[in-house]
């Protein structure tokens, strides 16, 4: 449990301090006067001022907050609000854009960290009947080589491989039983019958070791690189699920996530890092959501204005949303933390 704890909080502030950096930053660039830059919520625990910001710990550890003068009204100098258009999209989507650069950071050095690896011969154990894998020639006992040119070195790489194209034709590289190779193309369904995958095959995994993997940094950079742009793609294709497979997203809060991590750091540092990363790939998506009171709400009311060609919403009434918004989103927090809650007592978990 401490472990998780001390975990968690690591995972939680590298999060918070990435995205709120990102305001920051761009905001003292800007010429705007950040008033404080706060890693959690208020009640204050500890602060110092240095210059005209206050930078503080605070009690509650739901995330953090980047204060700056104006952020709605453009009446005071060096507020955020007096900026221009260009400069306040910038600023109010800084936060996310750091959280979509810190996993490139992490994945490198996670890649370049030595980490276990589980190799594996992975056969198809099961073909279904008029599924997109028999039609294109696949057979049971065959053993998957590689997928779209990549090379099959366990279960998992099927399962991300297919899941990356759903949708799309992919070229499977086979070995039969014979011992001849044949490339097949099979269609990636986004909607297979039930208790059928998006190609209809099932695997298994035969002759399974384990080794340890380091990859050279000049491999680990442009490796980040792609993988962050592939989580990227998986998260749409999730998206597009929830409408083409009628099923719900999984709602998960920092109970939840507390729960994950404790999972994830029995695993190494490899695994955490990796695991920090996809967080900071959610928090940079959602954040963009345009709900009152996130950084997609607020960017919304710059876009209005400049739709409006420079007619503004009242700060009053701006501010209003916001605070409603904000309400609304710590109310969703906490049922969803009660489900958490209820889960973690029932023995469930989150990862498969």
């Given at each position: 449990?401490?472990?998780?704890?001390?975990?968690?909080?690591?995972?939680?502030?590298?999060?918070?301090?990435?995205?709120?950096?990102?305001?920051?930053?761009?905001?003292?660039?800007?010429?705007?006067?950040?008033?404080?830059?706060?890693?959690?919520?208020?009640?204050?625990?500890?602060s110092f001022k240095r210059g005209e910001t206050i930078y503080s710990l605070n009690a509650l550890p739901l995330g953090g907050f980047t204060k700056m003068l104006g952020e709605e009204d453009p009446t005071f100098p060096r507020s955020l609000a007096s900026k221009s258009i260009p400069i306040r999209i910038l600023v109010l989507a800084a936060g996310s854009l750091m959280n979509l650069l810190l996993p490139v950071l992490l994945y490198t050095i996670s890649f370049m960290v030595p980490h276990t690896a589980y190799?594996?011969?992975?056969?198809?154990?099961?073909?279904n009947i008029g599924s997109p894998a028999q039609l294109a020639g696949v057979s049971a006992g065959d053993t998957l080589l590689q997928i779209n040119g990549r090379t099959i070195q366990n279960r998992q790489?099927?399962?991300?491989?297919?899941?990356?194209?759903?949708?799309?034709?992919?070229?499977?590289?086979?070995?039969?039983?014979?011992?001849?190779?044949?490339?097949?193309?099979?269609?990636?369904?986004?909607?297979?019958?039930?208790?059928?995958?998006?190609?209809?095959?099932?695997?298994?995994?035969v002759d399974t070791t384990t080794t340890t993997e380091s990859t050279p940094f000049w491999k680990a950079i442009p490796d980040s690189f792609v993988h962050c742009w592939e989580i990227l793609v998986l998260f749409k294709n999730e998206v597009i699920g929830w409408f083409t497979k009628n099923t719900a997203p999984i709602l998960t809060g920092p109970i939840g996530i507390v729960q994950v991590t404790g999972e994830v750091a029995k695993s190494g540092l490899a695994s955490i890092l990796e695991f920090t990363a996809l967080l900071s790939i959610n928090?940079?998506?959602?954040?963009?959501?345009?709900?009152?009171?996130?950084?997609?709400?607020?960017?919304?009311f710059v876009l209005l204005e400049w739709v409006r060609r420079g007619k503004r919403i009242s700060p009053k009434k701006e501010g209003l949303v916001h605070m409603v918004g904000f309400f609304i989103l710590i109310a969703l927090i906490m049922v969803v933390s009660y489900y958490d809650?209820?889960?973690?007592?029932?023995?469930?978990?989150?990862?498969p």
């Open positions: 449990m401490l472990l998780t704890i001390v975990v968690f909080v690591a995972v939680l502030a590298v999060l918070i301090l990435a995205h709120e950096f990102g305001h920051f930053i761009t905001a003292k660039l800007s010429g705007i006067e950040v008033q404080e830059f706060g890693l959690g919520f208020p009640p204050r625990l500890i190799i594996e011969k992975v056969q198809i154990e099961e073909v790489d099927v399962s991300y491989l297919v899941q990356l194209n759903l949708g799309s034709d992919v070229r499977f590289l086979l070995q039969k039983t014979d011992n001849t190779q044949k490339e097949v193309v099979v269609h990636a369904r986004w909607s297979p019958p039930q208790g059928e995958g998006a190609t209809g095959i099932k695997i298994k995994g928090l940079a998506i959602i954040n963009l959501f345009p709900f009152p009171g996130l950084d997609g709400g607020r960017l919304i809650i209820v889960r973690i007592i029932q023995g469930g978990s989150l990862l």
